[in-house]
């Protein structure tokens, strides 16, 4: 396989509703700004660019079928090759790695990932009922037809299993919010604390609304080449920084559909098919899983993702890491719920299973410098979502997973500042970082490594 | 103490419009200035009508509409779905039926619904549970009436419950339901 190198990436500004603009537009701003960023002009990449793959979730909310040939078409790029992506909310996450893989295998030398979700057109409950479709509609769907009764089930589990607390949740999204704060493509810019989140109305319990994304409007892309592409577009004017982000991991993993159908494997199941190989290193790991398999654990049941452990291994052998949380810079982490960011700790080996919600509290993954109001006893080690993450940045399906490609090649090339006109989000001296896509209650999970090369 | 929601809902729905204010003449200042329009939003209704098959796992609503709740069960190994799946996941295996409905059940997972999708929203606050059943490997998404759902609370994890069945069966998952045995 060929080195891949992601350029340069552009985000709409998320919100609550984009009338101002049809879904074809609103993909043309970010990718009108990947563009620009790279200082050449939009005929010059047409001419340069091989083809793009295009990422939205649901064909109800835009009531549009086939509609990523018309946001191909309005960038100016037919007749090149397209096609789209699907897979929940890891649509986005999946796309970038179906544009690196058309690099990867030299069929193509530049290729756009874009992704868009435009959710207004209907009523928040609606919309919640077209997320919840994305279950098993003879089984799921009838009996609770809502995504975060879903997810909170998953957390009373974890809850009970591991003792998890609800105040360590909330400690994630006071986490987010606040880093949102100096986003400013972020739909949620504000200061919450601990008691905030708990007294925001109940959705799902334990889940209340600021544990909790919100549907948005808007759009992402990201502009992918070999080293042959970075040559052909500087040949053409174009302005690309070095050091280059290079994408030297990529992994994925599945799951059930129906949760209830996700097995419950012993000891020796999981410590020979999921455990991380830092974990399989560890004696003191092994006897403390062990210890949790004897008071009744299983793996994953509901209470963890499997998808995620199976995506996270797979990206952190291609990328050759070996103990995540000190090799990795920051991670922007799929948080649609604040237990899924704990759920996904562990799943990401950040942790072990069982301590993601003293993680979330510890402040290892939050960012230096900043006041986030809490007393958080371990320094930032690893920061989870510098840019707010879904919880706060908004969760526009099919983009979701691409605007963490585009901040985390931003973090990368330590243009933060440049972008966001604040340089508070800048990871310092960034050389290594994870996006994590996310798809219903853990079905499809990707996990991309960037690296600066 | 929760806070309850500081804004009304937003609803669709309006008042019906005829002729939209427009530049009488299509001058250049006219046409440059029709960019700053606000968009035109119009409602589009939508409904299906689809005819759904249960296929395979009919049997499972036929069972329910008659107090029985059946599972599926590997012929080889022995894995009992609580949830119907026509075939096992390990062996490939076509799988047979077996009958569950004595079973002793307990809470593995829940939580209560206090929003839901449109289809749910009347029935808001309601309790969605994981149903572990002794002898069975998975799990079933069910309904638990007979708690306070203003009162949820860990403990109900690992709780005792039966199944119930309505009378009139509707052929959906919600014809059997849970309550503390």
Redesign the interface.
């Known amino acids: 396989m060929r080195p891949v190198y992601a350029i340069s990436g552009g985000v709409s500004k998320f919100a609550k509703s984009r009338p101002d603009k049809n879904f074809q537009a609103v993909v043309k701003e970010a990718y009108d700004y990947a563009i620009n960023d790279l200082q050449i002009s939009f005929p010059d990449f047409t001419k340069i660019v091989d083809g793009s793959v295009a990422s939205y979730f649901s064909d109800h909310f835009t009531r549009q079928l086939m509609a990523a040939i018309m946001a191909h078409d309005y960038l100016g790029l037919c007749p090149k090759p397209s096609h789209r992506v699907e897979g929940g909310g890891a649509t986005g996450g999946l796309c970038f790695q179906e544009a690196w893989k058309s690099i990867a295998s030299g069929h193509m030398d530049v290729v756009v990932a874009y992704g868009f979700e435009t959710m207004s057109h209907v009523e928040t409950w609606k919309g919640n009922e077209f997320i919840a479709l994305a279950s098993d509609v003879s089984f799921d769907y009838p009996v609770g037809g809502f995504y975060s009764g879903y997810y909170a089930m998953m957390v009373t589990r974890h809850m009970k299993e591991f003792g998890t607390t609800v105040e360590e949740m909330a400690h994630v999204s006071v986490k987010n919010h606040i880093n949102a704060f100096h986003n400013p493509y972020a739909q949620k810019r504000n200061r919450y604390s601990i008691q905030d989140v708990r007294d925001a109305p109940m959705v799902a319990w334990p889940l209340t609304r600021l544990d909790i994304c919100v549907m948005s409007d808007g759009a992402a892309a990201t502009i992918l080449a070999s080293e042959e592409g970075i040559q052909k577009l500087e040949k053409a004017g174009a302005k690309i920084p070095r050091p280059l982000v290079k994408i030297t991991g990529i992994g994925r993993g599945t799951d059930a559909m129906r949760m209830a159908d996700r097995p419950h494997v012993d000891y020796d199941t999981f410590i020979k098919d999921y455990a991380t190989e830092q974990e399989k290193a560890s004696s003191d790991t092994m006897k403390y899983y062990k210890k949790l398999w004897d008071h009744g654990a299983r793996y994953p049941g509901v209470h963890s993702f499997r998808a995620g452990r199976t995506a996270g291994n797979m990206a952190y052998k291609h990328a050759g890491i070996h103990n995540p949380i000190e090799e990795l810079d920051f991670i922007e982490l799929h948080d649609a719920y604040t237990s899924s960011e704990i759920q996904t700790y562990e799943d990401l080996g950040l942790c072990r299973y069982g301590e993601g919600g003293p993680f979330a509290a510890s402040g290892k993954a939050f960012l230096p410098g900043i006041d986030y109001g809490l007393k958080l006893p371990d320094k930032p080690t690893c920061s989870v979502n510098p840019s707010g993450g879904l919880i706060a940045c908004g969760h526009p399906v099919g983009a979701t997973g691409l605007m963490q490609a585009v901040f985390a090649i931003w973090q990368l090339q330590e243009s933060i500042k440049k972008h966001f006109n604040d340089n508070t989000l800048q990871v310092k001296d960034a050389q290594k970082g994870a996006i994590h896509s996310h798809a219903g209650t853990g079905t499809y999970v990707s996990v991309s490594i960037l690296e600066k090369e | ?5 500081n804004k009304q ?4 729905g309006g008042t019906i419009v005829h002729n939209l204010p427009f530049p009488r003449d299509t001058t250049p200042e006219a046409l440059a200035w029709l960019k700053e329009m606000a ?1 035109i ?1 119009i409602e ?1 209704p ?1 409904s299906i009508t689809y005819l ?1 098959s ?1 296929a395979q ?1 009919s049997p499972w609503f036929a069972g329910l509409s008659n107090k029985k709740i059946l599972a599926n069960q590997d012929p080889e190994s022995g894995y009992v ?5 026509g075939h096992d ?1 390990h062996s490939g295996a076509e799988t047979n039926w077996i009958d569950i409905t004595e079973n002793e059940a307990v809470i ?14 009347d029935q808001t606050p ?1 309790v ?3 149903v572990e059943f002794e002898g069975v ?7 638990l009436f007979g708690v306070d759902p203003m009162e ?1 609370s ?1 403990d109900w ?2 709780m005792k419950i039966k199944p119930q069945f309505i009378r009139n069966s509707k052929l ?3 014809d059997v339901y849970f309550i503390p045995a």
């Open positions: 103490m929760t806070k309850l929601p809902q937003e609803t669709l968009p939003q589009q939508y759904h249960y796992d779905y609580a949830t119907p799946r996941m593995h997972a829940f939580t209560v619904c206090h929003f839901g999708s449109e289809a749910f929203l309601y969605l549970v994981q490997d998975t799990l079933l998404l069910s309904r949820a860990l994890i690992g959906k998952p919600t």
